[in-house]
Structures are given as C-alpha cells and as structure tokens.
C-alpha cells in the first residue's frame, strides 16, 4: 500500500485528515517545525524562567557540572555570590581552593533522586542545598544546585531548644537551690554565731570572714542556672560600686596572685552609690574575672585592671586582660548560652560551661544596661558593665549591720526537716534571750504549737510530712487571743504561689542562708509589729 501524504487528528465532531503535500500553504505549514524551533530555546527560557521563580521565593538556582564549573545562577544568587558563571563552585560559594570533602555532585550526577545536604557558605550563612541529577551532554554530566538559606530557622530551632533546656535546667535548679541554701545556712549561721564571740584571735576572725564570704558567693554560684532558667524580680538597693567590686575581689584575689597576675585597680572615687541588686553585680563583676584569669593562663604577660567611671550618663565597670583575645568571627557569639571558645583541646584556656557571659548578659540587662566587648587576639579583651545611674524601682534598703540589744525571754519554735539548721536558729536566739523548743516534722510541730504558749514559731515551708500552708493552716486553729507570730523559711530564692501562704497570714520570711542580723530583725520586726497592733 502506497504511504499517504495525509494524516488523522481528532475533532469534537470525529476524526479528520489533513493534507501534508509539498503544495500546502505556508500559513498551514508542519506545526512540527514550530515546536522544533521552540524545543531548541527551550533549554535556555526555562533557566530563566525557574531562575525567577525561585529567587521570588527566596530560594538559589544554579546548575554545576561534573567538573564544578557554575554553568547557570539565577538573581539571589548573583546578588549573594556575585556573577560566578563560569568560575568553581567550591570557590564561589565556600571560599576554597579545592573541592569541598563533602561534595555530593558526584554522588547527585549518579543518582536518579534529589541529594540532600547542609553547606555554610562563604557569606557566613547556613543553607540547604539539594542537587538534582539535570542531563548528559558529550558524557559530561550536570546538576541543579538548590540552595535555601536555612540560618534564621536553624536559630529558631536553636532557640526553641535552648528555651527546652532551661525549662529542664529551672525545674532541677529550684530543687538544687534549695537543698544547697540549708547547707549554706548551716554553715553560714554557724560562722555567725562564732563571729559574735569577742575574744576570736584576729587570724582566726579573718578566717571566719572568709568562710562566710565564700558561702555566700556559693548561694550565688547555685542560683545562676536559676536566674538563667527564669526571669526572678530581684530587690534593688542603693549601693557602692566600688564596695561590690573590692569584695568580689577578695574573694579570688590570692588565687589570682598566686598565678602571676598583676592587678590594678581604678575606681572612681566620686561615683556616686546606684540602684543595683548586689548579689547580682557580684556575680556579674566574678564571671568577668574568672574569665579574665582563664584567658591568662597560658599568657607571658598576666595584667588584669578594673576600672569604673561614668559613660553616656551611665556608671560603668571595665575589665581588661592581657589574654589570648576572641576571634572577630566569634565577638557576636560569646553571650549566646552553652557557647565557649575553652574546650578541653584549647591549651590556651581552662575549659568552660558557656553559662557565664549569658548569665551576666541576663542579670545586666535585668537592670537596664549593658556588657559591651572589645578584643584582639594576641593582646587581650576589656568587657564593660554599663549600668543606669538611678533607677526609683524597687529599692530597698540597705539591712544595718548592727546588734539587736536583748528583749524580754518570748517563747519560740522552730520546725525545720533539717536539725543542724534547728540547732543553728536555736543557738542563735538562746544567745539574745529567747527560749527556743525546736520540732523535724511538721505533724509534731503542729502539735507542739497547739498545746505549748508560745509567742513566734518559724517554719520551713517545705517539711515532707506537711507542706508549709497546710502547718500555718493548722497553727491557724489556735484562738486569736494566744496565736503565736507566724514566719516562714524558705531555701528557695522566691514563694511559689505566694497567695496560698497569704491567706493563713505570716510576718515575714527568711531567704535561706540567712544571717544573724536577718533572723533577728525579722523576729523583732514581728514581735514591734504585734504591740502595735496590740495597742
């Protein structure tokens, strides 16, 4: 059968033919030609046309070949890498000279699917590059590079986690604290009653101040992970500056000389007294110095100088070292938690948690200021404390050291699940005149209290047989007319559902480790605060 110069094509109305003889019309010509011609520039539109998409959404186009050569780069890229066609990938993209260990376009040239993988580029970001098996051409294989900046979702991420962290490390630190400030106080009221003797040796006083002064930097230390993990309210009080800084001194000084570094201190001598939280300053002021001393330990020269002065209306404190100095790329990074510079492999520093700068961060901005840093490797760092000169929010005095003279002998009971704590009080108000019965369960302290006559009782909120508003509660049943004066004691930094406690009414608390002052002006504020009601 002779071949037909005509073919079939589907119509709505059935099938149709058409002449395709050389005589046809050159308005109805092959459409084949047409679709030729535009299958031959295909190639190129659709480079451009992709290229656009992509980069409206924020995501890098290019196509590589086998020998790493950039063959296509859509706008973002261009705009991020400047024009690379032409040029190595691994040059354009990571600033190499040889292809990266973990090139995948070998791998995504053999492969039929896309092949995953996480670069950080020459520009300092992270990105999520797929490459994509695309043709072959004269043997030499190509792929589609998709790159999609991933750095704000891997901070996100990173964020999340951390916040995951810390609601884990708040949970294990409120129990820590608390257990670890009866053992503060014990030791702390002990050194008290001690220091109360007038005849100590010098020597022996000397020791003792260091005793108390190290378990009261010990509570600090404890509380750090706390204030990471959650944002407490801190009472603010009008201090000295200098004062913060010649205590939290002393407290490291010897070990600081005992390694061959020279200090200098320049303290303003005019700067005025600020609302501050002391406690915090002090840890703020021994981060930065135990910092400071571990960047000098392998250092030929170790000078380490604190300065203060006022900045922009600002008081500030400054110090610097001579250590080995931060790396630029890691100037943004040091405040950020668990991140650290001193491992083990660095022999030029003393290994680190990466908890100290974020938690000084944490606490300065807490007071409405800042740390600012400045470093050079090889010469040294300075880390500045900038703070407000006045601030009218919570303020609190500052407590007077002084000894209450003796009072009339009141009855007092103490329930605390812990005895050397018990022994502590009790020594410590026998000494000023009180007669002091003492209970370890809060069943038997509520029995106590309801058959004795007693005029203040102290409670541990947190005894295991009996919770501390379930004690004031029962205290409560005791008729007005003879109820004792009622103070809570507690190891941890605030009350949880302070309310609780409100409603069954108490005088005052005791943060756990105490001192002696604190445990008698809380008692004598109590007993002032009943006679004037009384009258």
């Known amino acids: 059968m002779p071949a037909s110069n005509s073919a079939s094509f589907k119509t709505k109305s059935g ?39 992509f980069a409206d959404l924020g995501v890098g186009l290019n196509i590589i070949s086998q020998d790493h050569v950039v063959k296509y780069q859509n706008k973002l890229l261009k705009d991020r890498f400047n024009d690379a066609e032409g040029k190595k990938c691994y040059r354009v993209y990571l600033g190499l000279d040889k292809p990266c260990d973990f090139c995948r376009i070998d791998e995504g040239t053999a492969s039929a699917k896309a092949i995953r993988s996480e670069i950080l580029a020459a520009d300092g970001r992270d990105y999520e ?23 704000d979702i891997k901070n996100l991420r990173s964020q999340l986690a951390h916040t995951e962290r810390l609601s884990a490390l708040g949970t294990l630190a409120g129990e820590m604290v608390h257990e670890l400030n009866n053992i503060h106080t014990i030791i702390q ?34 509380l750090k992970l706390l204030t990471l993990a959650r944002k407490e309210k801190r009472k603010k009080e009008l201090s000295s500056l200098e004062e913060i800084i010649k205590d939290t001194l002393g407290l490291i000084q010897k070990e600081l000389e005992s390694q061959g570094i020279r200090i200098k201190m320049c303290l303003d001598p005019d700067l005025p007294e600020i609302v501050v939280d002391p ?10 110095l135990i910092n400071a001393y571990q960047a000098m330990y392998d250092s030929r020269e170790k000078f380490l100088l604190i300065e203060t ?71 040294g760092s300075s880390f500045t404390v900038l703070l407000p000169m006045s601030q009218e929010q919570d303020i609190k005095s500052r407590p007077v050291s002084k000894k209450p003279d003796k009072i009339k002998r009141l009855r007092v009971l103490v329930i605390d699940d812990e005895p050397l704590i018990l022994r502590f009080i009790k020594q410590a108000l026998e000494m000023k005149g009180y007669l002091v019965d003492t209970s370890a369960s809060g069943l038997e302290g509520v029995r106590l209290a309801q058959q004795g006559d007693y005029h203040i009782v102290i409670v541990d909120i947190q005894i295991p047989d ?14 007005p007319l003879i109820r004792p004066i009622k103070i809570l004691t507690t190891g941890k930094p605030r009350i949880e559902n302070i309310a609780d406690y409100e409603k069954h009414g108490f005088s005052g608390v005791l943060f756990k480790p105490f001192h002696l002052t604190e445990l008698y002006a809380v008692v004598e504020a109590s007993i002032k605060g009943r006679e004037q009601k009384a009258n």
Do not use: W
């Open 189 to 222: 009221g002990n050194v008290q009653v001690l220091l109360m003797q007038e005849n100590l040796e010098p020597e022996f006083r000397e020791d003792l101040q260091m005793i108390s002064g190290s378990t009261c930097r010990a509570s600090s230390i404890a």
């Open 309 to 379: 002065g006022t900045q922009d209306s600002r008081a500030f404190i400054r110090i610097s070292d001579t250590g080995y100095g931060i790396p630029r790329e890691n100037l943004a990074k040091i405040f950020k938690p668990f991140f650290t510079t001193k491992t083990s492999d660095n022999k030029a520093s003393i290994p680190g948690t990466g908890l100290g700068l974020s938690v000084s961060q944490s606490m300065v901005q807490e007071h409405g200021g800042e740390i600012k840093v400045e470093s050079k490797l090889g010469k």
């Open 279 to 288: 406690d915090q300053i002090n840890q703020v002021i021994m981060n930065l």
């Open 466 to 479: 009996m919770q501390g508003d379930k004690t004031l509660a029962e205290i409560n049943k005791i008729p």
């Open 15 to 53: 099938v149709g033919r058409r002449n395709l003889t050389k005589g046809s019309h050159p308005d109805k010509r092959s459409r084949g030609h047409k679709a030729l011609t535009r299958s031959r520039n295909k190639s190129f539109s659709e480079e451009q046309i992709f290229g656009r998409i």
């Open 129 to 151: 590059l797929y490459c994509l098996p695309l043709m072959k051409k004269a043997g030499k294989a190509e792929v589609i590079g998709v790159l999609r900046d991933i750095t």
